[in-house]
T-cell receptor, first 110, second 113 residues
């Protein structure tokens, strides 16, 4: 079975803090990786793709470590509006559906 | 922007009723998916479809069926609703196969009494 594991949290951090989440995946055949964000009572929305070389989008940095089979998300200078659940997503080749982790809940506190 | 529209935001049905959840996407996406989301269990895939009239079982298909007669529309059917099907149901679509990100509808919160 293809598994994606995340620490459920919650991570409670003060505004301005840096916080990092890890996500491990069990199947080495994994091809593509994403981070989604889900606000309370809303649908998940794509936050960013994760590329082999790592990628950055403003305060957010995603990294992939294929050897250890994990991806990470780093959020710098946390804002109150970053409070959400962050879902790790792994895909495989062909028409195999994406596999979601159960999510990590982040609360940024004033 | 891709728009995935689910027909109802909230739905209350009685045990034993047949329930239809409709989903329409406007970006000519090949692939469509139905998930349910429950606290502590995350997103679980019910059914998916990679083409018109084609369907594949996901992780939890029991008690559900689907229909995809047109490319833009993917319907989830609860043949005989039960209380354990009370959940948030999320439809999603993607352009290609497994490597394309998903675009979600805003969900249908179904309560079965």
């Amino acid at each position: 079975r293809k598994e994606v594991e995340q620490d459920p949290g919650p991570f409670n951090v003060p505004e301005g803090a840096t916080v990092a989440f890890n996500c491990t995946y069990s199947n080495s055949a994994s091809q593509s990786f994403f981070w989604y964000r889900q606000d309370c009572r809303k649908e998940p929305k794509l936050l960013m793709s994760v590329y082999s070389s790592g990628n950055e989008d403003g305060r957010f940095t995603a990294q992939l470590n294929r050897a250890s089979q994990y991806i990470s998300l780093l959020i710098r200078d946390s804002k109150l509006s970053d409070s959400a659940t962050y879902l790790c997503v792994v895909t495989y080749s062909g028409n195999t559906p994406l596999v979601f982790g159960k999510g990590t809940r982040l609360s940024v506190i004033a | 922007d891709v728009k995935v529209t689910q027909s109802s935001r909230y739905l209350v049905k009685r045990t034993g009723e047949k329930v239809f959840l409709e989903c329409v996407q406007d970006m000519d996406h090949e692939n469509m998916f139905w998930y349910r989301q429950d606290p502590g269990l995350g997103l679980r895939l019910i059914y998916f479809s990679y083409d018109v009239k084609m369907k594949e079982k996901g992780d939890i298909p029991e008690g559900y069926s689907v229909s995809r007669e047109k490319k833009e529309r993917f319907s989830l059917i609860l043949e005989s609703a039960s209380t354990n099907q009370t959940s948030m149901y999320l439809c999603a679509s993607s352009l290609y196969g497994g490597n394309s990100p998903l675009h979600f509808g805003n969900g249908t919160r179904l309560t079965v009494t």
